[in-house]
């Protein structure tokens, strides 16, 4: 609808450049530039790779973005951006962009939660998000349970990880195994081809006094270091590693514990909905595994589609068009980046 609000989101938070446009709850594109393939050379994200190449993509990748909606930037009705958290130096970047905007076009300007944002996304997908939802967000930096009664103001956080995250444990292991980096698409490939079985690796904080001490917290490095050790120990004996089993016992092990506290959590905080957002929730395993929980458990379960759980742009507008259209005030052109933004701050 016309009167609906027209934002556009600049996402900068580690390597892609990522430019959204939203109208009200409909997403009218979501351009992207990545760096990932600079990065990859070095088995890893390098902040001034990602800073620089933040740099040479904006312009263009804004202009692609209002060229294929159809919109020109007087259009907007705001702008949002991602101020935390993330890569410092990358974040500059975004909110730098964002205040250039806002003061030429004499626009309000929406620093936003970057976690709170791939819950938002969801909502270009499947609709309003019914309130309270359980969110689980599983990416390279981070691993959390937030339980959300209202995305635009009231994020809670139930518990996060305490050393790897799943995404970087993915990565981790790739790199012992010999896949490329990123890791996660080369794990979730090899293990199709593996037994889910064949290796009992650990699941760190699940049992004892871990789950009762940390509930809804997730621990991968354990796992991490398990794997590496059970790999060494074949090579230093002169055997073959078998790559499809330790690649799908592995990541069996990361979703196992990835859904069943998440489960946990919807059952102890009464929530039937559960959302799973960020890089890792595009894994097959994880899709399959939580929806059939789910089903089990009679909870109702939403997944974006594996573009839009990638950081992105249309995730940063999804949410400053839901902080437009509650009515919420917009944030100071003088609004910092915060490369440790809390998620319990929605907007900065």
């Known amino acids: 609808?016309?009167?609906e609000p027209l934002v556009l989101g600049i996402e900068t938070s580690c390597d892609e450049t990522g430019v959204g446009i939203v109208r009200g709850e409909t997403l009218l594109v979501d351009a992207v530039a990545s760096s990932v393939e600079e990065h990859a050379r070095f088995g890893g994200v390098v902040p001034e790779v990602a800073s620089r190449a933040h740099l040479e993509a904006m312009i263009p990748t804004i202009?692609?973005?209002c060229r294929e909606a159809g919109v020109g930037l007087r259009d907007l009705d705001a702008i949002a951006v991602t101020s935390g958290p993330g890569l410092a130096g990358a974040l500059l970047v975004g909110v730098a962009s964002a205040k250039a905007l806002a003061v030429a076009l004499d626009k309000p300007i929406y620093g936003v939660n970057h976690l709170a944002s791939h819950v938002a996304v969801d909502i270009v997908e499947h609709g309003p998000l019914p309130e309270p939802t359980m969110a689980m967000l599983v990416s390279g930096g981070h691993s959390s349970l937030l339980l959300v009664p209202d995305i635009t103001n009231d994020v809670r956080s139930l518990g996060a990880t305490m050393d790897d995250a799943a995404g970087e444990a993915f990565d981790k292991v790739a790199r012992v195994l010999g896949l490329p980096f990123p890791?996660?698409?080369h794990i979730d490939r090899a293990a199709r081809e593996g037994n889910r079985v064949a290796i009992d690796f650990p699941r760190g904080l699940t049992t004892g006094r871990d789950l009762e001490r940390y509930r809804f917290d997730f621990s991968f490095s354990g796992l991490k270091t398990a794997v590496s050790r059970w790999v060494e120990t074949r090579q230093r004996a002169g055997e073959t590693v078998p790559v499809a089993d330790v690649a799908a016992s592995f990541q069996e092990a990361v979703v196992d514990v990835?859904?069943?506290k998440a489960l946990l959590a919807c059952r102890e905080h009464d929530v039937d909905h559960l959302l799973i957002g960020g890089g890792v929730a595009a894994n097959s395993r994880l899709r399959a595994?939580?929806?059939e929980r789910c089903a089990k458990a009679g909870v109702t379960l939403r997944v974006p589609?594996?573009?839009l759980c990638t950081d992105n742009g249309a995730m940063v507008a999804a949410l400053?068009?839901?902080?437009?259209?509650?009515g919420r005030e917009p944030s100071e052109l003088g609004l910092p980046t915060d490369s440790s933004m809390p998620v319990e701050l929605v907007q900065a």
């Open 320 to 326: 400053g068009a839901q902080m437009v259209a509650k």
């Open 289 to 291: 595994l939580a929806e």
């Open 258 to 260: 990835l859904t069943r």
């Open 183 to 185: 890791g996660g698409p």
């Open 1 to 3: 609808m016309a009167d």
């Open 305 to 307: 589609r594996p573009g």
């Open 63 to 65: 202009e692609r973005a």
